[in-house]
């Protein structure tokens, strides 16, 4: 039982930054990678980043790298995704989810909504 509850959405302006979380239960956080994607009305899935399960490795979509840093905190259960210089196209539900082999996924948060105003 994989339980993921994401937090920090909200309305920004263009330029701004965003901190979401992600909080895990009902699971060894330590034994999953995790993974942020995103949601835009009309637009496919995204994957936006991925942090290793020991939180060595970070892989990013060339849209966001540079700008977007992704974390975990295993003793803690978290995983957060630090958004800089935000724009209005990356308007979407930002979603978590937990995998154990970097395709498949054991469990999705609810997502939350991040709006970046023109």
């Known amino acids: 039982q994989v339980q993921l509850v994401e937090s920090g959405g909200g309305l920004v302006p263009a330029g701004g930054s965003l901190r979401l979380s992600c909080a895990a239960s009902?699971?060894?956080?330590?034994?999953?990678?995790m993974v942020w994607f995103r949601q835009a009305p009309g637009k496919e899935r995204e994957r936006v980043a991925y942090?290793?399960?020991?939180?060595?490795?970070?892989v990013y979509a060339d849209s966001v790298n540079g700008r977007f840093t992704i974390s975990r905190d295993n003793a803690k259960n978290t995983v957060s995704l630090q958004m800089n210089s935000l724009k209005p196209e990356e308007t979407a539900v930002y979603y978590c989810?937990?995998?154990?082999?970097?395709?498949?996924?054991?469990?999705w948060g609810q997502g939350t909504q991040v709006t970046v105003s023109s």
């Open positions: 989810a937990a995998t154990q082999n970097g395709f498949t996924y054991n469990g």
């Open positions: 942090i290793s399960s020991d939180g060595i490795t970070t």
């Open positions: 009902g699971v060894t956080f330590s034994n999953y990678a």
